[in-house]
Structures are given as C-alpha cells and as structure tokens.
C-alpha cells in the first residue's frame, strides 16, 4: 500500500487549484524538501554499513550526523538568501530557512569511534563499523 498521502499534499493541491495566489513560491524554485526526498542507499557488509545519501545544495557544515547505538540521524539545515549588491535598492527581500531530518535503524549497533562521514558534490557517504560482538562465553565468577 504505497498510495499513503504526505502531509498535507491533497489541501496543497486544493489550494493552488483554487487559489492560486494562497501559496507564494520561494523565488529560488524549490522549497524545503521532506524526509522522503533524502535518498538514500544503505549497504551491509561483514564489518561495517556504508550509507549514500543524497543532499545537494547543502554546505556541509549544516549537515548533522548523530549515531545513537544503531539509530542514524541525518539532519540538514537549508538557507537560501538573495544577494544584492551596493548600488542597488532592495524592494523585497525573500529569504528561505528550514531543516529537513531523517532517522533510520540499522541491524546491528555502530561502533561510533570508527565511523566516518565523507560529503562530495551533493552525496554524503557515511562508513559505520560494526560493534564487534563478544566472541565466545564469558566465564562468571561466583561470589
């Protein structure tokens, strides 16, 4: 059943059907995207995850990354400006600022110490080392 509905998506169309002027466009064409608009790829391997995620347009110093046992966190922080230059006059000034997050569990806990982040043209590429279990049984003592 993938038919579900984002939120607010069936008043949106609604809204710019019958009254267009409703909703103003941000002057820079796209509008802050949803989770579901961070793609990404998850791939397991014996001793590690490798995580593909795409971002563009995001520096990467707005890009959060939180692990938390096997729970990843991707948060990205979008700032959008008008640039003006000295000789000019502003007659309307439209900026664009939002957060867009996405979480998501993997199998098996990370081993935080190891993990690496890398952000090139657009993908962030996430190498999340597996915590290595305890081999065999542990002996207890009694007391």
Known sequence: ?????????????FFRDVAPGFYIKPLHGDGLPNPAQIKVDVKE???????????????????QVAVDGNVVTLRAEVKQQDSTSQDEKVLRSERF??????????????????AKAKYDNGVLTLTLPKKQAMSGAQRLTIE
Do not use: C
Request: charged share 20%; no cysteine; proline share 4%.
């Open 97 to 114: 600022y939002g957060a867009v997050s996405r979480s998501f569990q993997l199998a098996g806990d990370i081993d935080q110490a190891q």
């Open 45 to 63: 391997s014996g001793e590690a995850y490798t995580i593909h995620a795409e971002i563009p347009g995001v520096p990467k110093e707005d890009i």
């Open 1 to 13: 059943m993938n038919a579900l509905m984002t939120r607010g998506g069936l008043f949106d169309e």
